[in-house]
């Protein structure tokens, strides 16, 4: 498959700080990947977690597996068939703002969703 990373650059989805669950807020970024999928059977979509800064390696990896599943889980719920929605954690490790304080933070907490289109 080939990842496309910007055809839902405008769909991240933002986390509370330490927490998996999806804001009510960011349901509508979703929904828009979900009825995109259901159009697209033969395309698929790997969700990213990541985490700021704060936390050890290991809790922030987990963390941001927490946070792919959730979405995916989500995608499920909503109709998408579970082997066309794969998940990985970042963790902290690729910030999508670099800063220590919580302008910078919150947004690195955050699903990402990279189109797999067929080659």
Known sequence: MT????????????????????????TGKIDEVVRYLQGSPTHAVQ???HCDERGTEQ??????????????????RAGV???????????ESRPAV?????????K???GVFVLLTPK
Request: zero cysteines; aromatic letters at 14%; charged letters at 25%.
């Open 3 to 26: 990842p496309d990373h910007n055809r839902f650059a405008a769909n991240t989805g933002y986390f509370d700080f330490d927490r998996a669950t999806i804001k009510p807020s960011e």
């Open 47 to 49: 969700i990213e977690g």
């Open 59 to 76: 809790y922030n990896l987990s963390l941001g597996e927490r946070r792919a599943l959730a979405v995916r889980e989500y995608l499920v």
């Open 81 to 91: 068939q579970a082997e066309r929605a794969f998940t990985i954690s970042y963790g």
């Open 98 to 106: 670099p800063g220590h304080n919580e302008a910078a933070w919150s």
């Open 108 to 110: 690195n907490r955050r």
